[in-house]
């Protein structure tokens, strides 16, 4: 059974910086992607970032790219967003998930899900 579980989240100002991590297990994950989606209060959850497990090819939303990296330990099973120049309307519950197969921006492409961390950003 895979298993997602981010970290990382919290409260930051804007322009801050913060990195999540989401630590994957239950299998291996070559030809899997590893995705990040959003969800802010009253909103669709979103796509933000993804990469590819064995390629390592990632694809950004255009309001992170340029401020988020996505990035991949393979021998830790971990994926990492790093997050800079952090905004007020960055601020969500951020969310790693996985499929097995290319990069896709769509929620309903992604079978696995971890809970979910916060990321809040002050003004």
């Known amino acids: 059974q895979v298993q997602l579980v981010e970290s990382g989240g919290g409260l930051v100002q804007a322009g801050g910086s913060l990195r999540l991590s989401c630590a994957a297990s239950?299998?291996?994950?070559?030809?899997?992607?590893m995705g990040w989606f959003r969800q802010a209060p009253g909103q669709e959850r979103e796509f933000v970032a993804a990469i590819n497990w064995d390629t390592g090819m990632t694809r950004y939303s255009d309001s992170v790219k340029g401020r988020f990296t996505i990035s991949r330990d393979s021998a830790k099973n971990t994926i990492y967003l790093q997050m800079n120049s952090l905004k007020p309307e960055d601020t969500a519950v951020y969310y790693c998930?996985?499929?097995?197969?290319?990069?896709?921006?769509?929620?309903?492409?992604?079978?696995?899900w971890g809970q979910g961390t916060q990321v809040t950003v002050s003004s």
């Open positions: 998930a996985a499929r097995r197969g290319g990069i896709s921006f769509a929620t309903g492409a992604y079978n696995y």
């Open positions: 239950g299998r291996t994950f070559s030809s899997y992607t």
